[in-house]
């Protein structure tokens, strides 16, 4: 029974005919987080089946694809591939209206987090990568403020701006927001889908009013890994970094983000609440044996899969 479920979810990925070896791809050289260039190679395929390859810094433990989609083939990617991608691989239409839903549970747990940990609260909130706005959209209502959401994907945005957000089409690495600030920063669900995470979590930064916060949340490899049984059911191309608590951590460090409080997802996501900070690096050499475990970790489950 499993084998027809494994074989009929490989045919409905065919069926979207992304011919991902044909699509234009760039080799990365060094990690974005510690600047290394020794990686180990962990994994050679996708939960799609698709020859993705993904590597993990030997020096910090991030994981990320290399080669991996060029920016303009993300773009096409997320605008004609993703969700009838995901659409397939789950066997359920996944689109801009049916979304929503699993948006609307994971919006309520945040505010109830947000409710508890906020120093005050906000009046006005920008989410980044925030798809038909219903995480701003909850927040905005939770505590009374204005909504701003920034995302690629321009019919994902009608809807956020049907409800009454503003939005702006676009990377938060790409956006000049001149002299706007936000009481309240979100990147739910996101970091993982970025090309430069250095440089968002940057821009993220800019954004933050004077005493103002921001919350993101990363999906844990290792969690994922071990929910799949194997390093390739975590792996997807729509996915080009692979975090961890440790390395999201200092990415925070590094951009001068420090965190205020945090909270485990049932799902394996790692979310922080976060305050500005002074940038400072983080300390590489203690974080080498956190990336021994990773792939520790990864070489356990794949020594399992074997017997």
Request: net charge negative; glycine share 10%; hydrophobic share 45%.
């Given at each position: 029974m499993v084998l027809v479920s494994?074989?009929?979810?490989?045919?409905?990925?065919?069926?979207?005919?992304?011919?991902?070896?044909?699509?234009?791809?760039?080799?990365?050289?060094?990690?974005?987080?510690?600047?290394?260039?020794?990686?180990?190679?962990?994994?050679?395929?996708?939960?799609?089946?698709?020859p993705a390859e993904l590597r993990i810094c030997a020096r910090c433990g991030l994981g990320f694809l290399s080669p991996r989609l060029s920016a303009g083939e993300y773009a096409a990617f997320y605008r004609d591939v993703y969700r009838p991608l995901v659409s397939a691989y789950h066997g359920r239409t996944i689109d801009a209206?049916?979304?929503?839903?699993?948006?609307?549970?994971?919006?309520?747990?945040?505010?109830?987090f947000l409710h508890g940990t906020l120093p005050r609260p906000p009046s006005t909130v920008m989410d980044i990568g925030g798809s038909t706005g219903i995480v701003a959209g909850a927040v905005r209502d939770a505590f009374g403020a204005r909504a701003t959401v920034l995302d690629p994907a321009p019919d994902e945005l009608a809807v956020a701006e049907a409800a009454g957000m503003e939005t702006v089409t676009g990377f938060a690495e790409d956006y000049d927001p001149g002299a706007r600030r936000w009481d309240l920063v979100l990147l739910c669900q996101t970091i993982d889908h970025l090309l430069d995470i250095a440089?968002?979590?940057?821009?993220?930064?800019?954004?933050?009013?004077?005493?103002?916060?921001?919350?993101?949340?990363?999906?844990?490899?290792?969690?994922?890994?071990?929910?799949?049984g194997s390093i390739e059911g975590a792996v997807k191309i729509d996915h080009p970094y692979y975090l961890t608590r440790a390395t999201a951590a200092a990415y925070f460090e590094r951009a001068?983000?420090?965190?205020?409080?945090?909270?485990?997802?049932?799902?394996?996501?790692?979310?922080?609440l976060l305050a500005a900070a002074a940038p400072r690096e983080p300390d590489w050499d203690a974080m080498t044996p956190s990336a021994e475990r990773l792939l520790d970790e990864l070489w356990r489950l794949r020594a399992a899969a074997a017997d």
């Open positions: 494994i074989e009929q979810r490989a045919a409905r990925i065919e069926a979207v005919g992304y011919d991902y070896p044909a699509r234009a791809r760039e080799s990365i050289a060094a990690c974005n987080l510690c600047g290394c260039a020794h990686t180990v190679e962990v994994s050679r395929r996708d939960r799609y089946g698709f209206q049916t979304v929503q839903e699993e948006q609307r549970d994971y919006a309520a747990g945040l505010v109830e440089a968002t979590l940057d821009a993220l930064r800019a954004m933050l009013a004077e005493g103002g916060v921001a919350f993101v949340d990363a999906l844990d490899v290792s969690f994922m890994a071990a929910r799949r001068g983000l420090r965190p205020l409080a945090e909270r485990m997802s049932g799902d394996g996501h790692w979310g922080f």
